[in-house]
């Protein structure tokens, strides 16, 4: 790592890692007109190879079973089909949109058919337009599916798909850059309280610099817990591995392949070209070290494969073209994100802990933590019950459909 020393030794706020959360909340920072602050965004890696961000399937949805999660899903979507506009009418910005192949949620049993009836009953009165079909139903619309075991299936087919985050995530970081947010690789590698320990004052950098801050805001994905505990905090996050492959079948489908969420959590997706992307997990999901991105072939030979090739048949002779190993930022707590102030540390802000499905909430959770920190509360969308004190109360938000 190569390492870059600010231009100034104090910054209004200090963001800790600068991937796809970082730079949300960078960017609406500088979006907001009550903000004339300075902003430092410090990443160990500008490249971003080894974060979540870079290796994600970059897909949203809104089967959600909580209406707060549909809603945040809502601004995504609404954020990527107008990113333009919400860009201050920038005529450098794309035109993006999302390829609503939809999610397929497949049940195999009626405790989960209980689940996915009670969840569309969430998401429809948020306005999704999410649909339950029998095996019968599916069979019919996907016929490449085999349905033998299943008992009903969950799919909604508008605003829920592929979507450039890559595009989202550059436009991000050249527009704060532009406002005059500043990004610099390095890594914070303390952080300094007053004496009562109820303010961050300054943070350390690898470089040896000192950087005196009015907030600080921990968007370190899987790294979360190591910053929060340089501030004297602990929170319930910790990578766990998640596996990835793109493959091409010998007798590609006849259509869009919905993201398809195996009963055994294998999903499959569409990729474009005759190919597909699929993820998973090993049946035992430890913690791994922060730099664990070794790939585990058993998984794909022994779990995985057999698993598309039983779901779909034309998947029994299909070629890797390429895995990759990546960390989902794992909330043990509750597999929800952890977002706005410490009760104790007033200037200590969380973003972090979204277990798997962090891009998507990207736009909603960047602009709620902007508002908190500028107007002490979100404007918008409220994120209270998001907050960090939670979680020593515990005060579980379940969410039934976490992949």
């Not at 939809?102 to 429809?124: H, I, K, P, T, W």
């Not at 019919?140 to 890559?166: C, K, M, Q, R």
Request: charged share 20%; aromatic share 10%; glycine share 8%.
């Amino acid at each position: 790592m190569t390492t870059q020393t600010p231009k100034n030794t104090s910054y209004d706020v200090v963001i800790v890692g600068g991937a796809m959360m970082g730079a949300s909340a960078a960017w609406f920072l500088s979006d907001d007109k009550d903000f004339d602050g300075t902003v430092l965004v410090v990443d160990r890696d500008l490249s971003y190879e080894n974060t979540s961000t870079m290796h994600t399937n970059s897909c949203m949805r809104q089967q959600f079973s909580g209406d707060l999660n549909v809603r945040i899903s809502q601004f995504a979507a609404d954020f990527v089909k107008n990113l333009p506009r919400y860009m201050g009418d920038d005529d450098r910005v794309p035109d993006l949109s999302i390829r609503s192949f939809g999610y397929m949620y497949l049940a195999d049993n009626e405790g989960f058919a209980d689940v996915l009836r009670e969840s569309r009953e969430v998401q429809v009165a948020a306005g999704a337009g999410t649909q339950l079909m029998t095996p019968e139903q599916i069979k019919a619309a996907y016929p490449f599916y085999n349905v033998d075991d299943i008992v009903l299936g969950s799919i909604n087919l508008v605003d829920e798909g592929y979507w450039d985050a890559t595009a989202v995530f550059d436009w991000w970081r050249k527009s704060a850059r532009e406002r005059g947010v500043e990004y610099v690789e390095n890594e914070v590698v303390a952080i300094t309280k007053n004496a009562a320990g109820t303010r961050v004052e300054s943070v350390t950098l690898q470089s040896g610099d000192v950087i005196a801050c009015g907030q600080l805001l921990n968007a370190s994905g899987p790294r979360a817990a190591r910053t929060a505990q340089m501030a004297g905090i602990t929170i319930p996050v910790e990578p766990r591995k998640r596996y990835s492959w793109i493959f091409s079948a010998e007798q590609p489908l006849d259509r869009d392949l919905p993201l398809t969420i195996d009963p055994s959590g294998v999903h499959v997706r569409e990729n474009g070209g005759g190919t597909y992307q699929c993820g998973g997990h090993s049946e035992i999901d430890p913690a791994v070290e922060y730099d664990d991105f070794v790939m585990d072939h058993s998984t794909w030979e022994n779990h995985v494969w057999p698993i598309l090739a039983t779901r779909i048949p034309q998947f029994e002779a299909i070629k890797v073209q390429s895995e990759w190993a990546g960390h989902y930022s794992m909330n043990t707590f509750d597999h929800n994100a952890i977002m706005g102030p410490h009760m104790e540390v007033e200037n200590f802000f969380f973003l972090n802990g979204f277990s798997g499905h962090g891009l998507q909430q990207s736009p909603a959770m960047g602009r709620g933590t902007a508002e908190i920190m500028v107007h002490g509360k979100c404007q918008t969308l409220d994120m209270t019950q998001f907050h960090f004190d939670r979680i020593p109360a515990g005060r579980k938000i379940i969410e039934k459909a976490i992949i």
